[in-house]
């Protein structure tokens, strides 16, 4: 079993920064993928990034290529998400997730464990 906790969301203007951590029970990255999620109250879960640790990989969602950048830290046994340029459509629930072999990974329901939430806001 993995647990996940997210954090570092908050409140912020548009074009600020954020970065959101996700601390894992215990180490993971040798063999998952880990990614991060976005919700909308009323909307499906949207894929935002990933990274591959077993191939050194990462994988963006268009809408923030350029913009977020993962990363890890194995000693640490965290996944980061660096958020620039912030705009209000990015705003929701970001989660984090861990994975196994994925097939797809923008697909939530391939990912094994998650974490419970941080709230991103971003003002206009």
């Known amino acids: 079993q993995v647990q996940l906790v997210e954090s570092g969301g908050g409140k912020v203007q548009a074009g600020d920064s954020l970065r959101l951590s996700c601390a894992a029970s215990?180490?993971?990255?040798?063999?998952?993928?880990m990614g991060w999620f976005r919700q909308v109250t009323g909307k499906e879960r949207e894929f935002i990034a990933a990274i591959s640790w077993s191939g050194g990989s990462t994988y963006y969602a268009d809408s923030v290529k350029g913009r977020f950048t993962i990363s890890g830290d194995n000693a640490k046994n965290t996944v980061y998400l660096q958020m620039n340029s912030l705009k209000p459509e990015d705003t929701g629930v970001y989660y984090c997730?861990?994975?196994?072999?994925?097939?797809?990974?923008?697909?939530?329901?391939?990912?094994?464990?998650w974490g419970q939430g941080t709230q991103v806001t971003v003002f206009s």
């Open positions: 997730a861990a994975g196994y072999r994925l097939r797809l990974v923008g697909a939530d329901h391939e990912y094994d464990y």
């Open positions: 215990r180490r993971t990255f040798s063999s998952y993928t």
